[in-house]
């Protein structure tokens, strides 16, 4: 055990104004289907995964690994292979329900952001830990861990300056084989990251009360 070092406390006025202006912040997050092609700064991505990579995780077993995607080709390979698993979801695999509350999002198969924005990153889930030598090493609470991680990583895009979009067709092994990523690792999402095209529209929903979702007792 090591003393804590790195906590800063602040001063009450301060500690609810950060507060504040965090939430505003955050809740201007919108998920966009329309990107713009403009370049941005590798070191802005590298600074999000490194900021996702200091999340918590069940036994500090860190399960996750997040496979960056600025190649143009792998991109298109990534839109078709995806593209497909959409083609069968909106067209028999989806109960009719679930099409018609994607209804107000206008979506369907087609996903010609994924070959737009500068950046894709895929996150894999790793369900055990493999040594060089071949020994497995189990990991804990991967869902949950990867989780956690991939909302950090959705927030420092935000407060970067960029827009995201969390994409998750289903299944998605054709990640694992596109990106080269071992058997023991499972894609648990994959987040689109650019600029926001000029003048992109987003549907037009509401968040609900702060009643409906929180409780204090």
């Known amino acids: 055990m090591q003393k804590l070092l790195n906590f800063r406390e602040l001063p009450a006025e301060e500690m609810l104004s950060i507060s504040r202006e965090f939430q505003q912040t955050m809740c201007r997050r919108r998920s966009v289907r329309s990107f713009s092609k403009r370049p941005i700064d590798r070191e802005v991505i590298e600074n999000a995964i490194k900021t996702a990579g ?42 009719q329900s679930w099409l018609d509350d994607l209804k107000v999002f206008e979506t369907d198969e087609n996903k010609p952001f994924l070959e737009i924005a500068p950046y894709l990153i895929a996150v894999f889930l790793q369900r055990n830990t493999i040594d060089e030598d071949g020994t497995k090493h189990k990991n804990y609470y991967m869902p949950e861990s990867v989780g956690i991680a991939t909302g950090m990583l959705i927030s420092a895009l935000h407060m970067s300056g960029l827009a995201t979009l969390t994409h998750t067709p289903s299944p998605m092994k054709f990640l694992n084989e596109i990106l080269g990523r071992p058997s023991n690792e499972k894609p648990y999402m994959l987040i689109v990251a650019g600029y926001p095209e000029d003048n992109v529209t987003v549907p037009d929903i509401e968040r609900k009360n702060f009643s409906e979702i929180a409780s204090f007792f």
């Open 54 to 95: 200091s999340a918590p995780s069940g036994a500090n077993k860190q399960p996750w690994h997040f496979a960056v995607v600025e190649s143009q080709e792998t991109k298109r390979l990534i839109r078709k292979a995806a593209e497909a698993e959409e083609h069968d979801f909106y067209n028999g695999r989806a109960p």
